[in-house]
């Protein structure tokens, strides 16, 4: 059955970088997208933006632009999502869910969730 | 993208219906009919409930449903259960392929 498997708790010092892993199971990895959403704690969610799996393409949000990357890797159907210049405001659970590429709007299936703690 | 507006809670007594609204603006909600609705239970994955303004994923319960009209979408809960408890989150998509989601909506059912 469809499945996202995101990588394991993180735990990074203010200015650091992290990296968190997406993989997908049983579907058509490059027929979709795959956004990443944020939850801080006790907050609403937060979309961060997204990666074509098929082309490579990415769109981010304004709020990460130019600290985030995108990046996929199509034989291991694996996408991975790099913060940079980690903050304490970044600390949250991060979510990778996808799209059907194509005019679909809506995110059908949901990652486990990965949580991203910054302290020093 | 300024998030979308939701009532911070909302409350019923089992059996009870409840409607939860999401306002937006003419460059969202009103702009296209893409809002989606997602059930979080503490400690999970966000749960599409709620797709295209009106639809529902095949198999999920017809107590649940969807609406819009102008630049406020909405989310009514029919014959409430006590699994219902949970937050809930409208989301839009936006221009330039952007999403933007809802503040959340704590639902307690008394």
């Known amino acids: 059955q469809v499945q996202l498997v995101q990588s394991g708790a993180e735990v990074k010092k203010p200015g650091a970088s992290v990296k968190v892993s997406c993989k997908g199971y049983g579907y058509a990895f490059t027929s979709y997208a795959v956004h990443w959403v944020r939850q801080a704690p006790g907050q609403s969610l937060e979309w961060l933006g997204w990666?074509?799996?098929?082309?490579?393409?990415?769109k981010y949000s304004q709020k990460l632009q130019g600290r985030v990357t995108f990046t996929r890797d199509t034989p291991a159907n694996t996408v991975y999502m790099e913060i940079n210049s980690l903050e304490s405001e970044d600390t949250a659970v991060y979510y990778c869910?996808?799209?059907?590429?194509?005019?679909?709007?809506?995110?059908?299936?949901w990652g486990q969730g990965t949580l991203v703690t910054v302290s020093s | 993208q300024s998030a979308l507006t939701q009532p911070a809670s909302v409350s019923g007594s089992p059996g009870q219906s409840i409607t939860i609204s999401c306002i937006g603006t003419s460059s969202d909600v009103g702009g296209y009919n893409s809002v989606s609705w997602y059930q979080q239970h503490p400690g999970k994955a966000p749960k599409l409930i709620i797709y295209?303004?009106?639809q529902r994923p095949s198999g999920f319960s017809d107590r649940f449903s969807g609406s819009k009209s102008g630049n406020t979408a909405s989310l009514t809960i029919s014959g409430l259960h006590t699994e219902d408890e949970a937050d809930y989150y409208c989301c839009s998509y936006a221009p330039g392929s952007t999403w933007v989601f809802g503040g959340g909506t704590e639902v307690t059912v008394l």
């Open positions: 295209d303004v009106t």
């Open positions: 869910t996808r799209s059907i590429l194509g005019n679909f709007f809506y995110f059908d299936y």
């Open positions: 990666i074509n799996a098929g082309n490579g393409a990415t």
